[in-house]
């Protein structure tokens, strides 16, 4: 059974070009709005758990604030000197105002 999407956030809290951490249930999310469409992976990187939007967005990638660690927004891999752990990938729906997430798969 898949889980229903939750409303998360509201459009104008994730203007185009930037971040924002949500929770879902117990877990966290980072959801970036990229040129209007907005992709959503874990937010703790799974390096030394820094919030990914404290990192920066560029493209379709996430540059962790801690170490550098490239996130890629639709595999939820990084680009690292070591391999890491991947993100958990987020479902987004936009309904109205409103930004839902469910975890996907
Ligand atoms: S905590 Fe993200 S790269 Fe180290």
Known sequence: MSENFVKVATVDEIPEGTLKTVNLGNEQA????VRGEYQSIGAVCTHQEWDLSDGTLEGESITCAGHGAVWNLKTGEADWAEPLPPEPIYEIKVDGSDILLRRKG
């Not at 980072?30 to 709005?33: E, R």
């Open 30 to 33: 980072v959801i970036a709005n």
